[in-house]
């Protein structure tokens, strides 16, 4: 990579903001300059497209998002969805089959319609996801599993969040992606070939970007794929071992507005 990216992806909760959600006005000034001045912003996260307006109401403009792990790439300027890649009906129901014979008690939700919203199994338990709008039960078993989806969720319990995630992962090999990007047991499922990583290099192609003119932040597993497409992959401080490890370059933690920092330090601007 030279000696400027051409492009800044990273992710949201647990690296561009702080642990009390909220977005710095340091950082929120350093992206805005960079945008300012021709350099493409993009948020690759797990979140779906309707938990964005949140990060959109403290940044100087909304960025271009890519969404659910990658399955959603945002517009939101045009509120446009520019490419989904949902798990099709058949595959959400063979990996729903894999995981409860692997796992008696697991319960899932899906997002859908793009992931503006969300169904659950009454079981399922509704944590910081559980904002009202878009958000309902299912009414049948097979309405989970009637319509394509960005996502599937699970969960059984509490759960060591690395461990859980292997055995789904495994459950589910060569049908299907399975990642965690919190701390409470929740796997999050992808259809096959979708990571934050294809999501972005699609992005990325689009604007004639290279991989390698890219420098992506990030703070967990879900992440991982990101930063070792990236030219430049940067963890936080207070990443996940994993991301530490695969990670070119280390900044301070997201608390300490580790983002704004490094740009700051590369591109000239504070």
């Given at each position: 990579m030279g000696e400027t990216p051409r492009l800044v992806a990273t992710d949201i909760d647990g690296t561009l903001i702080r642990d009390d959600h909220t977005v710095s006005a340091r950082t929120a000034g350093v992206l805005a300059r960079l945008v300012a001045e021709g350099t493409p912003v993009v948020l690759v996260t797990g979140r779906p497209v309707r938990w964005l307006k949140m990060v959109y109401e403290q940044l100087a403009e909304p960025l271009p998002a890519v969404c659910a792990n990658g399955a959603v790439v945002y517009d939101p300027v045009r509120d446009e969805v520019l490419r989904a890649d949902p798990l099709a009906p058949?595959?959400?129901?063979?990996?729903?089959?894999?995981?409860?014979?692997?796992?008696?008690?697991?319960?899932?939700?899906?997002?859908?319609?793009?992931?503006?919203?969300?169904?659950?199994?009454?079981?399922?338990?509704?944590?910081?996801?559980?904002?009202?709008?878009?958000?309902?039960?299912?009414?049948?078993?097979?309405?989970?599993?009637?319509?394509?989806?960005?996502?599937?969720?699970?969960?059984?319990?509490?759960?060591?969040?690395?461990?859980?995630?292997?055995?789904?992962?495994?459950?589910v090999a060569g049908l299907a992606e399975a990642t965690h990007s919190s701390s409470s047991g929740l796997v999050e499922i992808s259809a096959a070939g979708v990571t934050k990583a294809a999501g972005l290099d699609w992005y990325c192609d689009r604007l004639g970007v290279a991989a390698a003119d890219v420098v992506a932040f990030g703070d967990m597993p879900n992440d991982v794929p990101m930063l070792t497409w990236a030219g430049r992959g940067v963890a936080v401080a207070n990443a996940h071992h994993a991301v530490l490890a695969v990670a070119d370059e280390v900044t301070s933690a997201n608390s300490e507005d580790g983002v704004a920092a490094y740009l700051e330090k590369v591109f000239g601007v504070g």
């Open positions: 058949q595959h959400l129901a063979e990996v729903a089959e894999r995981l409860r014979a692997e796992v008696p008690d697991i319960s899932f939700a899906v997002e859908i319609l793009d992931s503006r919203e969300m169904r659950h199994e009454t079981h399922y338990p509704l944590r910081w996801d559980a904002d009202a709008d878009g958000i309902r039960p299912i009414a049948t078993p097979e309405e989970l599993l009637s319509v394509p989806a960005v996502k599937l969720l699970a969960r059984a319990g509490e759960q060591d969040p690395d461990a859980f995630a292997a055995l789904i992962a495994a459950a």
